[in-house]
């Protein structure tokens, strides 16, 4: 969304006071970095984004950014969806992080938790 200020700006900010994760899109440079600023200080997760919709460059590379993205989702659903296949049940593949791996099981909820 265009974000740096007026309505795009209160709509990624009420957003991400949802915690969901806002990429601010904005033409002009230093509006956009001054929004993402602002918002950070809110200790809200936010990123910048250049983006004139008039140019076909930034829109581009939006796009990779986007397919990006939804590669690593995609990539970490087919490994946890892997994961459990291979332990049947949610409860197998739980009970068996639990014991052996602490850290691993911990970190994996907390990448659960960001998704």
Do not use: W
């Not at 956009?32 to 910048?48: C, F, H």
């Not at 969806?81 to 791996?101: A, I």
């Not at 850290?103 to 938790?113: G, N, P, Q, W």
């Amino acid at each position: 969304m265009t974000s740096a200020k007026d309505i795009g700006f209160e709509t990624a900010k009420q957003l991400a006071q949802h915690n969901i994760k806002v990429s601010l899109g904005a033409r002009n440079e230093p509006e956009g970095k001054n929004a993402e600023a602002t918002l950070r200080d809110l200790s809200l997760d936010v990123i910048y984004i250049k983006l004139d919709i008039t140019d076909s460059e930034d829109i581009a590379k939006v796009k990779s950014y986007i397919a990006l993205i939804i590669k690593f989702i995609n990539k970490f659903n087919f490994d946890v969806s892997q994961m459990l296949n291979f332990f049947k049940t949610p409860s197998m593949f739980l009970k068996f992080f639990k014991s052996s791996s602490v850290i691993f099981y911990s970190c994996f909820l907390r990448i659960v938790a960001l998704c």
